[in-house]
């Protein structure tokens, strides 16, 4: 157990719809960034937020938002969902606003149908 | 945007040979970071090297920084297949206001037992 986590681990919708998947960060970090993992793009960094402000953004698309809450949980929502969306979706979490020792949940892995 | 490329892509050899993964980029970094990820898991750090010309040891594993902080290098002594998973080098960059994490290509590696 890494100390952040993620749910669901997996889930499976359809196109058009909208999910949220949750982050729940290491106790004591104030940072929490999401990246999407697919087979042919990698690990690619969509959004960071610290201590609920948003700090930096990546390929974040816009059918997808993000926010941190006071308790420094965060959620992803993502809408009209399309077959590309498909992938590992992987949130971290670090104490610094600088990219020091990410730690990284387990993964909500997405299937758009 | 900064690029990270990792070679070789994919690497498979025999137990108790020796073996180097390197990642190049033609951007500084303040530091580099290595992850070492499992399936249905999400990627665990290794290490960080922080200086220019900086080299770390993990047991088998020896990091390496480049001198001008623009690659690494990753060799591992006398492999073994629990050493079996996808490596990535990660960088943050130099520059104020661009401190997140930008993931390598990944090198994914198999040792045969």
Redesign the interface.
Not at chain 1, 42 to 45: A, D, K, N, R, V
Not at chain 1, 99 to 106: E, L, N, R
């Given at each position: 157990d890494?100390g952040?986590t993620q749910t669901p681990k997996h889930l499976i919708t359809a196109t058009g719809q909208r999910v949220t998947l949750r982050c729940s960060p290491r106790s004591g970090d104030l940072s929490v960034?999401w990246?999407q993992q697919s087979l042919d793009q990698?690990?690619?960094?969509l959004i960071?937020y610290y201590n609920g402000e948003e700090r930096?953004k990546?390929n974040i698309l816009e059918r997808f938002s993000a926010q941190q809450f006071p308790d420094l949980h965060s959620e992803l929502n993502l809408s009209s969902l399309e077959l590309g969306d498909s992938a590992l979706y992987?949130c971290?979490s670090s104490a610094r606003?600088?990219?020091?020792?990410?730690?990284?949940?387990?993964?909500t892995r997405l299937t758009v149908v | 945007t900064q690029l990270l490329e990792q070679s070789p892509q994919f690497l498979s050899i025999q137990e108790g040979e020796n073996l180097t993964v390197y990642c190049n980029s033609s951007s500084v970094f303040s530091s580099l970071q290595w992850y070492r990820q499992e399936p249905g898991e999400g990627p665990v750090l290794l290490v960080t090297v922080v200086t220019g010309g900086e080299v770390k040891k993990l047991k088998r594993l020896t990091f390496q920084f480049g001198d001008a902080r623009k690659d690494s290098s990753l060799h591992i002594t006398a492999a073994q297949p629990g050493d079996t998973g996808l490596y990535l080098c990660a960088g943050v960059g130099a520059n104020f206001g661009n401190e997140k994490l930008t993931f390598g290509t990944g090198t994914r590696l198999t040792i045969i037992p």
């Open positions: 890494s952040v960034y990246y990698g690990l690619q960094f960071q930096a990546g992987f971290a606003q600088r990219g020091y020792g990410y730690t990284f949940g387990s993964g | -």
